[in-house]
């Protein structure tokens, strides 16, 4: 071979070698070599620490800590320090929050879709949200089914879709999506969208022309090649450093990731039979500079970290004093720092690490505020006449079981109201539908419906008794591929006036609501329901001590129960129960809040109970599902009695309440021995307290 052949083959090995970049993605991975900010750490110990909002609904511009977000939902990290934030709800406007803390309104006003600038422009629940290098925006703008773009001048241009919902391909003003959610851009201006309710991965190209890069015609789960694959509900996109698009695939529980040429494939799946699975309802994504992924999931509040060689780890919401709500938006700054959109709490946070010298834990402010404004019912019930008075048949906090024979399997998480099967569930307040999964297991018992802040559960949503569609323009019933119904989707978006019929009560025979965003769920009593009383107070049937063995203490003498102070802990147990005005005779309801105090013989408090030691207290849903076992005693439930009669037995020396959950003992050796009275402060949400069998006499030895 000649040396000009050899040069001609080797130019030409050469330019297949570089073509093959523009074709192929690696399946190997080339590492990268850091050149500005360091590795990211794994595992690493996190906080969350306040950017903007009180943690109340509304709308208020000026000082981060005094600002309001109604549904503060899309989060981008600028080049000058400042935070965007998409703020839907009523707001329907993008936010700004300066370096300096101050909140102020970049475009958008009242709900609409209009292009302009500033206040002129309108939005309907603008939803995901990205930034080019520029310092343009892009905002997925869900309820007008379009994609529109924010000038660093703040004016609003639509980039894609004609504003009606649909699944149409081709030059932008024709183009149709249908709920857009997540939004993302990539370095060459190619504009990533997670068409939500199309279950498809779209893609805007520079020009305008919008094409399909993966998902087909239905929700489904399947990786594979362009419309070979199955998306269900995507809502979230991010853009890694080799141009793949990872995808928050939030009902098949999924981080899925699709490369340039839209081939999908799984990373991170949470198995629908395992307890503690590690993804559940991704909701947000992010990723580091170096390849590392974090997510964000709606069901447990969390945020966690995944790395390019396959581990993840929680980085915070582990705990209750760190659980968000509903973390729609990540983003990372150029150093490394991540902040979060958390929806439900009306807040963005910063999430940074845990400081090893700090002399004093930083107050951490999570959650909606507590003292937040409940939903304007106007004390109205959600079944007809819902001026009148119906039926409580569970209050929040009881104990329930499951269908295995565990009596104790979780904490009821609202306010039961019966009603007959087939009876209209109607909307006890006006709302827009923030999440992107708004309604839930078709056909089951567990059926239900959020709206806004309250969940309606135990009903067929959006279908009358015999399974018809009641409003086919709000609510939208799927079909599996034989032709049966398969889910309802509820987009998010979607408006509803009190009296709106939402579904039909199925085989439960009640109406379970719901109050609060998730893992922040408030006592449903405080709405104030017309006609609704309490007179009675709560009865005590019984007081136990337990020793460290679960036995009960039943030795007795001259009528106390008999103690030695050498005992190296007691539990204290309460039997108790209560009832409401016109509820039937045989209807027993759990108890709002209880606590213990001891007394000297003659009656008087000790030092140190001079006010009952209130450890349990139910205005608001523990999010840990370990905590009914740590309010209630073995044997409290129904299901391990044989009969119908349910039993409260509380753990008093315990501590469920605040979102605070601990056992705990009393130490009999912290008394002189003698004789002593153990009396129960037991109340109803009304402030009725138990006065008979309250007092325990005990004696000391």
């Known amino acids: ?40 750490p794994f595992a690493w110990k996190a906080r969350l620490e306040l950017l903007a909002g009180d943690g109340v609904t509304g709308l208020r511009e000026g000082a981060a800590l005094q600002a309001r977000f109604a549904d503060p939902y899309g989060i981008v990290h600028a080049a000058d320090g400042s935070v965007y934030v998409t703020d839907a709800g009523d707001n329907n406007r993008i936010r700004r929050v300066a370096r300096d803390g101050s909140v102020t309104t970049v475009a958008g006003s009242v709900e609409g879709f209009a292009d302009g600038a500033g206040s002129a422009a309108a939005f309907n629940t603008p939803s995901g949200l990205a930034i080019d290098e520029a310092g343009n925006l892009y905002v997925a703008d869900t309820g007008n089914h379009a994609i529109r773009k924010v000038s660093p001048q703040g004016i609003v241009t639509t980039i894609a879709g004609d504003g009606s919902a649909g699944f149409r391909d081709g030059p932008a003003a024709q183009a149709q999506f249908n709920g857009p959610i997540g939004v993302a851009v990539g370095k060459d201006g190619r504009v990533y969208v997670a068409d939500t309710y199309n279950d498809r991965i779209r893609v805007i190209a520079p020009d305008g022309v919008v094409s399909t890069l993966a998902g087909g015609d239905r929700p489904g789960y399947q990786d594979g090649l362009g419309a070979q694959a199955r998306f269900d509900t995507p809502t979230s996109l991010a853009i890694d450093a080799f141009g793949r698009v990872w995808v928050a695939d939030t009902r098949n529980n999924a981080v899925r990731r699709v490369t340039p040429r839209g081939d999908v494939d799984t990373v991170l799946l ?83 690490p845990i400081s090893t010298d700090a002399s004093t834990p930083p107050v951490l402010t999570v959650g909606p505020a507590a003292d937040a404004p409940l939903p304007d019912t106007q004390g109205r019930w959600p079944l007809r006449p819902q001026d009148g008075w119906h039926e409580v048949v569970g209050t929040l906090g009881e104990v329930r079981g499951n269908y295995q024979n565990e009596s104790r399997d979780h904490l009821h998480g609202g306010l039961d109201i019966r009603g007959d099967v087939g009876q209209d569930v109607l909307a006890i307040a006006d709302g827009k539908v923030s999440s ?34 009641i409003d086919p323009a709000r609510f939208h019933l799927l079909l599996d591929e034989t032709g049966k119904p398969e889910r309802m989707r509820v987009m998010r978006g979607t408006r509803f006036k009190a ?41 005590i049937d019984r007081i ?53 105090q001891w007394l000297d013989a003659a009656g008087q408090p000790l030092p140190g109970y001079e006010a009952p030691r209130m450890n349990i207290a139910f205005d608001r849903m523990p999010a840990d599902n370990d905590a009914v076992k740590v309010a209630y005693a073995p044997g409290s439930g129904i299901t391990v009695h044989g009969s119908a009669i349910t039993r409260f037995q509380y753990v008093v020396t315990n501590t469920v309440r605040d979102g605070v959950l601990a056992t705990g003992q009393w130490n009999p050796a912290d008394l002189a021995a003698g004789d002593y009275i153990l009396r129960i402060t037991a109340k109803d949400y009304m402030g009725n307290a138990a006065s008979a069998g309250r007092d325990l006499p005990v004696r000391l030895q």
């Open 1 to 40: 071979m000649t040396r000009s052949t050899w040069l001609w083959l080797a130019v030409g090995l050469t330019a297949a070698a570089l073509a093959a970049t523009f074709i192929f993605v690696p399946t190997r991975e080339v590492a990268i070599v850091p050149t500005g900010p360091a590795p990211t």
């Open 436 to 469: 992107p999964t708004a309604s839930w297991a078709l056909g089951k018992l567990g059926e239900g419906l959020e709206l806004d802040s309250i969940g309606y559960i135990h009903m067929r949503v959006g279908r009358t008794a015999q399974g018809k569609p």
């Open 499 to 539: 009296g709106d019929v939402l579904g039909t009560i199925n085989g439960m025979a009640h109406v379970h609501l719901s109050v609060g965003a998730q893992g922040y769920e408030r006592n449903a009593i405080a709405l104030g329901f017309r006609g609704y009383a309490d007179s009675y107070a709560p009865r």
């Open 270 to 352: 949470g198995a629908p039979d395992n307890p503690n699975p590690v993804v559940h309802r991704p909701l947000s994504l992010a990723i580091a500079h170096d390849g590392v992924v974090y997510v964000a999931e709606n069901s447990r509040g969390t945020v966690l970290q995944y790395t390019r060689d396959g581990r993840w780890a929680v980085i915070t919401g582990a705990s209750q004093d760190q659980r968000l709500s509903r973390p729609t938006g990540l983003t990372i700054d150029g150093d490394g720092a991540l902040y979060v959109a958390d929806a439900a709490s009306h807040r963005v946070h910063r999430i940074v």
């Open 544 to 596: 136990e001590l337990f020793d460290a063995a679960q036995q009960p203490l039943l030795q007795k003498q001259d009528g106390r129960v008999l103690l030695s102070r050498s005992l190296p802990g007691v539990q204290i147990v309460v039997d108790a129960w209560d009832q409401v005005d016109r509820n039937l005779p045989r209807r027993r309801l759990g108890l709002h809040a209880l606590g213990y």
